[in-house]
């Protein structure tokens, strides 16, 4: 079983579509968590954190369940520009000290017109 | 902002030639990472470091090496290339260990290497 799992879609909504997305992490001992994006042929790029409280930025809203080990992102009122990987990322510690970054394979959204 | 520079975009090599990639951080970051992303398998972490001289292996280390003499350069080795190693390899920082909360990684735009 992967470390963090994601749906790899891909997702193809319209635009102003409502769209969420899963992750599940498999360590009950992971500490922080984030959505980056990745768009394509460039670099992954710090979307949002994720908070226990959940947290929202304009149309995104995250969300943590820890019982469940479950991460979500939801996109409200999709744009074309929306279109990109998501990547569910997750830290958690290490027994030798320090973190360990763990990223998702990615979901992939397409937002048409 | 950050910045995070990897010096090769694109780089075509034949197998068992010796391969550097670079990457410049401009913070003053403690982390340094790397990774490759082949489809399918999202991003798996080849070495990393946290401090000038110091290296720890990640989950796919065979067949790399790093060198970290100065703390805003990491560099990524490939002694002898293969077929197998053609991949986008991505550097990445992040400001220090100890606080999971500050471990956000800054990407840089990627070496896509290429192993004929």
């Known amino acids: 079983r992967k470390e963090v799992e994601q749906d790899p879609g891909p997702f193809n909504v319209p635009e102003g579509a409502t769209v969420a997305f899963n992750c599940t992490y498999s360590n009950s001992a992971s500490q922080s968590f984030f959505w980056y994006r990745q768009d394509c042929r460039k670099e992954p790029k710090l979307l949002m954190s994720v908070y226990s409280s959940g947290n929202e930025d304009g149309r995104f809203t995250a969300q943590l369940n820890r019982a469940s080990q479950y991460i979500s992102l939801l996109i409200r009122d999709s744009k074309l520009s929306d279109s990109a990987t998501y990547l569910c990322v997750v830290n958690m510690a290490r027994n030798t000290g320090g973190f360990k970054t763990i990223f998702g394979a990615g979901t992939r959204l397409f937002v048409k017109a | 902002d950050v910045k995070v520079t990897q010096s090769s975009r694109y780089l075509v090599k034949r197998t068992g030639e010796k391969v550097f990639l670079e990457c410049v951080q401009d913070?003053?970051?403690?982390?340094m990472f790397w990774y490759r992303q082949d489809p399918g398998l999202g991003l798996r972490l080849i070495y990393f470091s946290y401090d000038v001289k110091m290296k720890e292996k990640g989950d796919i280390p065979e067949g790399y090496s790093v060198s970290r003499e100065k703390k805003e350069r990491f560099s990524l080795i490939l002694e002898s290339a293969s077929t197998n190693q053609t991949s986008m390899y991505l550097c990445?920082?992040?400001?220090?260990?100890?606080?999971?909360?500050?471990?956000?990684?800054?990407f840089g735009a990627g070496s896509r290497l290429t192993v004929l």
């Open positions: 990445a920082s992040s400001l220090r260990q100890g606080f999971s909360g500050a471990n956000v990684l800054t």
């Open positions: 913070m003053d970051h403690e982390n």
